[in-house]
């Protein structure tokens, strides 16, 4: 009854440094998503994933990298961590079109 | 901006109280979907809207989608301190054959007891 799993729950970087945010889902869900979440902004598409093997830019790419690893994880990369990028970050998945998406707990992220 | 806006972007009200929180699109919607976030958590899922003129509840939710399918509102009757959080409404996009969800600004609800 997993659903959608992220880890770490919290991380604190300093700025320069790199990590990777690890995401799976145990649904057999073709899409999935990085989102951001900044007050007052709600959540803005970092990068999306159709299809394993296919993923492609949202709204707020710059900064960070996404793999599809296999159908099951999307991990998504900050190279160079800035502070512009402390925020809580999202995972989801969904089936198809038309049906809701599934989110995971949440990553927060703080760059100082 | 974002091509889903909410509004009002931050409510409180006194347990009770009857709310509407609203969702406008830039572009038609195909399917509505309303989540609530309590505090420090991840996303729930309320309610999917795909029609225009559809009307779900669960429990005291009601929410709407317009009949030209570019604005949708959340409406909760006599509302509970458990109806805190923040509440977001997301919709599909198409693009280049493969479909996304984007998500408005967020309504942040306190509800004083």
């Known amino acids: 009854n997993a659903g959608v799993t992220q880890t770490p729950k919290f991380q604190v970087l300093k700025t320069g440094q790199s990590m990777t945010l690890q995401c799976a889902q145990d649904?057999?869900?073709?899409?999935m998503y990085w989102y951001r979440q900044d007050p007052g902004m709600g959540l803005r598409l970092i990068y999306y994933?159709?299809?394993?093997?296919?993923?492609d830019k949202g709204e707020v790419p710059n900064g960070y990298n996404v793999s599809r690893l296999n159908k099951r994880e999307f991990s998504l990369r900050l190279e160079s961590a800035a502070p512009s990028q402390t925020s809580v970050y999202f995972c989801?998945?969904?089936?198809?079109?038309?049906?809701?998406?599934?989110f995971g707990q949440g990553t927060r992220l703080t760059v100082v | 901006s974002q091509e889903l806006e909410q509004s009002p972007q931050s409510l409180i009200v006194q347990e009770g109280k009857n709310l509407t929180i609203n969702c406008t699109s830039s572009?038609?919607?195909?399917?509505l979907y309303w989540y609530k976030q309590k505090y420090g958590e991840g996303l729930i899922f309320l309610m999917m809207?795909?029609?225009?003129?559809e009307e779900k509840s669960h429990e005291k939710i009601t929410a709407k989608l317009d009949e030209k399918k570019q604005q949708s509102s959340l409406h909760i009757t006599a509302s509970q301190p458990s109806h805190a959080g923040i509440y977001l409404c997301?919709?599909?996009?198409?693009?280049?054959?493969?479909?996304?969800?984007?998500f408005g600004t967020g309504t942040r609800l306190k509800v004083l007891a």
């Open positions: 994933s159709a299809s394993e093997g296919t993923t």
């Open positions: 572009k038609t919607l195909y399917g």
């Open positions: 809207l795909q029609k225009g003129g």
């Open positions: 989801a998945s969904s089936d198809t079109l038309n049906t809701e998406a599934f």
């Open positions: 997301g919709a599909d996009r198409t693009t280049s054959g493969t479909y996304k969800y984007i």
């Open positions: 649904m057999n869900h073709n899409s």
